[in-house]
């Protein structure tokens, strides 16, 4: 693992992209500490939609709040969501598949049926549909909703690579020992099996930046007043050409996180350097 962090780095790409997320998590977790309260509405008769000045560099948005001050606060939102679910589907994805893939035999096949059910059902439409039936989704159910609806890829690629290690003598040998099959699977193939797991990890990330973008900017993500970038464009949408900052903003905020988090779980998974990871 220390190897292929030290090949990450080693990846222009990679470096520039680890670069973008650090100053951006960095952003996110000092600057509401600096910053005005990205909820405050100090001037509803002549502070909205204010261009970008010394007090506001990116100006104000329709009810006078500060754009940067809700850009930053938007990060640690946007961010803080995707990294929860990813880390929430990503566990259960590694523990369905080291199941399927150590036990073997009828519960291998019930679990990838039913994998491959819930894959053939488009997430968009599960994530639509959950959240069309609670009017006002809390954050933490946000996170959950993301996360239970995205485990399923990664349980057939931690199957895979079970299916690999387990036939290798160090797993032979530790079943010869007497090792149960819990620590074989937590002790010995998890660990080897972390590498191309966590280049999907970084590589969904993105995806639920833009999934959590995309259903707030239709009312179903993150509710107001609390900041996110895909509902601060929403927001944003009908002052586009006489307030342009308060949509463009947060857009390049979203293409910047997704550029970064894909440059960097490509370089793990060895695309750009055209090995196999």
Do not use: K
């Amino acid at each position: 693992m220390s190897e292929r962090w030290r090949e990450l780095w080693s990846d222009p790409a990679g470096r520039a992209g680890l670069c973008i997320l650090s100053l951006m998590v960095l952003v996110a977790l000092l600057g509401p500490l600096i910053l005005a309260d990205p909820r405050a509405q100090p001037d509803l008769a002549t502070g909205t939609l204010l261009g970008p000045s010394l007090r506001h560099p990116l100006g104000t948005d329709h009810l006078s709040r500060d754009v940067l001050a809700r850009l930053v606060n938007g990060a640690r939102v946007s961010l803080g969501v995707a990294l929860g679910a990813v880390l929430l589907s990503m566990t259960c994805g590694a523990l369905v598949g080291l199941v399927a893939g150590y036990v073997g035999g009828w519960v291998d096949v019930v679990l990838m049926r039913l994998v491959d059910a819930a894959l053939a059902i488009p997430r968009i439409f599960l994530l639509f549909l959950i959240t069309a039936v609670m009017e006002r989704i809390p954050l933490t159910m946000l996170v959950l909703v993301l996360g239970v609806t995205g485990w399923f890829g990664a349980s057939r690629l931690v199957r895979a690579e079970v299916l690999r290690l387990r036939s290798l003598e160090f797993v032979q040998g530790a079943e010869a020992l007497g090792a149960g099959r819990w620590r074989i699977m937590l002790r010995h193939l998890l660990p080897n099996a972390l590498a191309p797991l966590l280049a999907a990890t970084t590589l969904a990330v993105g995806d639920v930046i833009l999934l959590e973008a995309g259903l707030s900017f239709l009312g179903f993500g993150v509710q107001p007043p609390t900041p996110s970038w895909g509902g601060m464009i929403l927001d944003a949408r009908p002052y586009l050409i006489s307030a342009p900052l308060s949509s463009i903003a947060p857009g390049l905020a979203i293409v910047a996180a997704v550029l970064a988090v894909n440059l960097v779980g490509e370089s793990l998974s060895g695309e750009r350097r055209g090995h196999p990871a």
